[in-house]
């Protein structure tokens, strides 16, 4: 999947960037995206990689469908499965994910739940290879929260060998479910500095992700995790830093680091256009 999209992005060269793939290898095919949370990069992404795939995208949200006004997720999975071949959905519960798979009788997409954040996960590992690493055998330090990002990385990790030192106030720590689903490959300290010490990758995100109440307690907690110029000199001289954005800069990374010469958050979300089109044509059978 990650060559696909490393391919297809290397075919994409000039302008203007919004131009259809020429191959159009899902002409026909319509996805529903389902939005119950904000978004910029998931929305903007997966609507172009559909469109630029031969695809249809269809946006859906709380505020202007039915799902605002009480229909269930079981109904609205059989309505859209009538129309549309796969489906998108960001949510805050990851059951409401599951109930949506369930009732669909089309591929559905996790676009973020409180759980996970696999798609976006999918764009890093891509970034971090054209950075020329090789995913087996590096070193990744996470800082700050326990959060989605830090599941989906973990998971990642257990599949594509690769070690994550996460560093994370006790309180805001990873559940052991979430560190047991790196297959041995995932270890929580406290220290930012251990997390560190040796990196390849240091990536961060958002202390208060969305629908997170902002608790003063919790960024008390966090700021010995902050990602600034000193914490990064730590890591190896070669290492590069990763952030899914938004970003709250000052907080969980300074503009020193996001701005720096070792980041790679740009890279990292256009990479979600082509890691999204790579994940689409799976859904559809046509790469492994
Ligand atoms: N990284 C990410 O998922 O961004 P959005 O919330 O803007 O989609
Ligand atoms: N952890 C963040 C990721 C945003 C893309 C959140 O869930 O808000």
Redesign the pocket.
Same mark, same amino acid.
């Given at each position: 999947m990650l060559a696909d999209a490393i391919d297809r992005k290397a075919a994409r060269v000039g302008w203007p960037k919004a131009k259809l793939d020429a191959d159009a290898p899902l002409s026909g095919y319509a996805l529903a995206m389902v939005f119950e949370k904000?978004?910029? !990069?998931? !929305?903007v992404s997966f609507d172009l990689a559909i469109t630029q795939l031969g695809g249809v995208p269809i946006v859906l949200d709380t505020a202007t469908s039915q799902l605002g006004r009480g229909e269930s997720i079981a109904d609205t999975a059989r309505v859209l499965s009538g129309y549309c071949d796969a489906i998108m959905v960001r949510t805050d519960d990851h059951a409401k994910l599951l109930e949506m798979a369930h009732y669909a009788s089309v591929p559905v997409i996790n676009g973020?739940t409180d759980d996970s954040?696999p798609c976006?996960m999918m764009a890093d590992l891509q970034t971090i290879v054209e950075s020329g690493k090789s995913l087996p055998g590096l070193k990744v330090a996470w800082l700050g929260d326990g959060n989605n990002m830090l599941a989906s990385l973990i998971e990642a990790a257990g599949l594509m060998h690769f070690d994550v030192v996460a560093a994370c106030p006790q309180s805001f720590a990873p559940s052991d479910a979430v560190v047991a689903a790196g297959q041995g490959r995932a270890r929580v300290v406290n220290d930012a500095a251990e997390a560190v010490a040796g990196a390849d990758i240091v990536i961060t995100d958002t202390w208060i992700s969305m629908g997170q109440a902002h608790a003063e307690a919790k960024m008390a907690a966090m700021w010995p995790y902050q990602v600034n110029e000193a914490l990064m000199a730590q890591a190896k001289p070669d290492a590069k830093f990763l952030h899914?954005?938004?970003a709250h800069r000052g907080e969980e990374a300074t503009d020193a680091v996001l701005d720096g010469p070792q980041s790679l958050i740009w890279p990292e979300a256009e990479n !979600?256009l082509h890691a999204q089109k790579a994940v689409l044509r799976w859904c559809f059978g046509q790469i492994g």
């Open positions: 904000n978004s910029t !990069r998931t !929305r973020l954040h976006q899914c954005l938004p !979600r």
